[in-house]
């Protein structure tokens, strides 16, 4: 294994794109997601955002086969998400907003998991790989602590070492810069936008974080109230015309006539 | 009606949790290690409290029937009432309610962490299916385990229940004529009926609680609910499943 490459994967190159086509998603009354449609393409970085309780995290699990859809369909190339067969054809990870690390494994025990489970290769291989992807994230040391023992960044970036040992060819984070301070964010930033770069992997961000987005993706598109609202290229939101993009992205704090004295009169 | 529904539903998805897990019983041996580690904590772990509480409740068989036949000069049948009762009822019925406390409580709690802590979204993401990684071992660990227990907790309350009888001095069996009764009127079939027993109820428990677990949604709260849940479902089981059980064994 080369070790100037962040994953020597055997899947290099190897990428599917992702079709949500139509999807309704109810949870008993309530809808989250409204005929949601959208297009990644092959090695893409593409970002979604949007407000807090829009539909990102159940988008993303629809993508990730965890949710199906009440009606619509979602398609990893060729391949229904919502079929577990389709696990078997696609190495896909998740990168989860807590991390959702096991708690009684190690941290390199997390890591080591996959490859063990699935018979990849031997110990000493695993070895190899679980301490390579843990050095791409700076986390040698950590390497016999358990995850109780570890700070929120820092099971963040063992949540994405885990999925990089996957050797992923699809690769979904759900705000992976959140709670991060922002040297800790701006790190992250750079080892999507690497990983990318370097196993060409179609990554899909949720993200709140505008430096995220407009730095490293291709495409941007902005879910609101289980909607999608607008799909361009982070160029094209630099001055949205869309007011409630605007308002989203840019919110002017104004202490004369707060949101919060807004909402309160709404309500009336 | 709608009650109805929700149960049967319950059966189905219990049945269903059972083919899913037995479908990877192939990968067994290569889980030997987890397998292993059930094995210490479901049968290890509780040895200790089933030793004591078997030697106490045969003990205490032996003093109330002691009492109870002195009236019919019957006190030399004590061995067989204490080896018969220990071996068919309570021996099987204690160690399984044991397990529903102590094993069964533990496993759901444990699942439902892993599930409300998005632990087994992760396993399934990762193609690892939690039936095969987390259930499977342990269904095989009680299967395993459970005579064994039984028989310890058979023991037990024999030695218990003559200990009582040579040592009680309105009894005053000798422990010698206590196992000749015990043996005279026992047959082979009595233990192994108390050991067909203990075998469905550890494997329902365990089933039933990896289900229970398993099936937790929403926060951290609903672990409790689920642990509770999964014990008073497990009791019930239990002593349903005795009578049925018993009679299938009786008529057989
Ligand atoms: N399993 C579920 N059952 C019921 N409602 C859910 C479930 N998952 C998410 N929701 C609801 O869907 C909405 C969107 O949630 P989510 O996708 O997590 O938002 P976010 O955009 O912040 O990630 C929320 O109102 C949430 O309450
Ligand atoms: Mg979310």
């Known amino acids: ?268 | 009606m709608n009650y109805l529904t929700i149960i049967i539903g319950h059966i189905g998805g219990t049945l269903l949790l059972l083919v899913r897990s037995l479908k990877f019983l192939p990968t067994l041996p290569r889980q030997f290690a987890r397998f292993m580690e059930q094995c210490y904590l479901i049968g290890y772990t509780s040895l200790p409290i089933v030793t004591i509480l078997s030697f106490f409740i045969g003990s205490v068989l032996a003093l109330q029937s002691g009492y109870s036949m002195e009236n019919f000069g019957a006190k030399q049948f004590i061995g067989t009432l204490v080896g018969l009762t220990m071996a068919r009822e309570l021996g099987p019925v204690m160690v399984a309610i044991l397990i529903a406390g102590r094993v069964g409580s533990a496993i759901t709690a444990e699942l439902a962490s892993m599930k409300v802590y998005q632990e087994i979204d992760a396993l399934t993401t990762m193609n690892i299916p939690p039936e095969r990684m987390l259930v499977l071992p342990r269904l095989a660990a009680i299967v395993v385990m459970m005579p064994v227990l039984a028989i310890i907790a058979n023991l037990c309350g024999w030695y218990g229940g003559a200990l009582v009888c040579q040592y009680t001095h309105s009894i005053s069996v000798d422990s010698e004529a206590y196992f000749t009764a015990l043996k005279a009127y026992m047959k082979r079939s009595d233990v192994t009926d108390g050991l067909i027993k203990a075998e469905v109820f550890g494997f329902v428990i365990i089933l039933v609680c990896c289900y229970i677990g398993l099936n937790t949604r929403g926060g951290p709260r609903e672990i409790g609910a689920s642990v509770t849940k999964a014990v008073v479902t497990s009791l019930i089981l239990i002593l349903v499943l005795d009578y049925f059980v018993t009679k299938a064994l009786l008529m057989s």
């Open chain 1, 1 to 268: 294994m080369s070790n100037s490459t962040f994953t020597a994967s055997p899947f290099l190159g190897k990428t599917f794109g992702v079709t949500v086509a139509n999807v309704t998603k109810k949870f008993g009354r309530t809808t989250v997601l409204k005929d949601v449609s959208l297009e990644v393409k092959p090695g893409e970085i593409f970002c979604i955002m949007g407000p807090s309780g829009s539909g990102k995290t159940v988008l993303l699990k629809h993508i990730a086969g965890l949710e199906i859809p009440t009606s619509g369909e979602v398609r990893i190339g060729d391949f229904d998400a919502a079929d577990p067969e389709t696990r078997n054809k696609v190495h896909l990870a998740l990168v989860f907003q807590a991390g959702a690390l096991f708690n009684s494994l190690s941290v390199y025990d997390n890591l080591a998991l996959y490859p063990r489970e699935h018979r990849e290769c031997n110990e000493a291989g695993i070895r190899e790989r679980v301490m390579h992807a843990l050095s791409i994230l700076s986390l040698e040391k950590a390497a016999n602590k358990f995850p109780s023992d570890l700070s929120g960044g820092m099971k963040k970036r063992v949540a994405i070492a885990r999925a990089l040992v996957m050797e992923p060819q699809l690769l979904l984070y759900d705000e992976p810069t959140s709670e991060l301070d922002p040297v800790m964010s701006a790190t992250l930033t750079e080892i999507i936008a690497t990983l990318r770069e370097q196993t060409a992997v179609t990554s899909i961000v949720v993200t709140h974080d505008r430096d995220l987005a407009f730095a490293i993706a291709d495409r941007v598109a902005f879910v609101m109230d289980g909607k999608i609202r607008g799909v361009g290229r982070p160029a094209d939101f630099k001055n949205p015309t869309d007011p409630v993009i605007a308002n989203f992205l840019n919110p002017v704090i104004d202490l004369k006539n707060p949101r919060f004295k807004q909402l309160e009169n709404s309500h009336e």
